[in-house]
C-alpha cells in the first residue's frame, strides 16, 4: 500500500461543476487531488452502476438512456457506458436497460 501526501480533494460533477458538500456523486463526477502547492496529483474518474445520466442515482431515466445507447440511438461517452455495461460485456444492451428499470423501481434488490 503506498500512502499519498494529500492537501486538497476537489470533486466536480459530469459537467465541470464543482459539487457542494450535500451533492450526490454520479458518473462522470471527478475527484482531483492536489498536493500542498496546488499541483494536480491524479485525477479519477467516478463510475456508479445504472447511474448514466451523472446525477448519482439510478432512475428511469437511466434506463432509458441505456435503451437509447443499446439501439443506437445515444452514443454516450465510455464513464456512462461503463456505469450501464452489468454484465462486463463492453456495450451497454436493451437486457441491461430492462434490469436498470425493474432496479429503479424497486423489482429487484441488485443491479448484478
Given at each position: 500500500?503506498?500512502?499519498?501526501?494529500?492537501?486538497?480533494?476537489?470533486?466536480?460533477?459530469?459537467?465541470?461543476?464543482?459539487?457542494?458538500?450535500?451533492?450526490?456523486?454520479?458518473?462522470?463526477?471527478?475527484?482531483?487531488?492536489?498536493?500542498?502547492?496546488?499541483?494536480?496529483?491524479?485525477?479519477?474518474?467516478?463510475v456508479v452502476l445504472g447511474d448514466l445520466d451523472g446525477d448519482g442515482k439510478v432512475s428511469s431515466t437511466d434506463a432509458l438512456r441505456a435503451l437509447k445507447q443499446s439501439s443506437g440511438i445515444l452514443d454516450l461517452d465510455e464513464c456512462f457506458v461503463m456505469a450501464g455495461d452489468l454484465d462486463g460485456g463492453e456495450k451497454v444492451t436493451s437486457t441491461e436497460a430492462l434490469r436498470i428499470l425493474k432496479y429503479s423501481v424497486g423489482v429487484i434488490s441488485s443491479l448484478k
Open positions: 500500500m503506498s500512502v499519498l501526501a494529500v492537501d486538497d480533494v476537489e470533486i466536480y460533477n459530469c459537467n465541470g461543476e464543482e459539487l457542494g458538500e450535500d451533492e450526490l456523486i454520479g458518473t462522470g463526477s471527478k475527484l482531483v487531488i492536489r498536493d500542498k502547492d496546488g499541483e494536480i496529483l491524479d485525477e479519477v474518474v467516478v
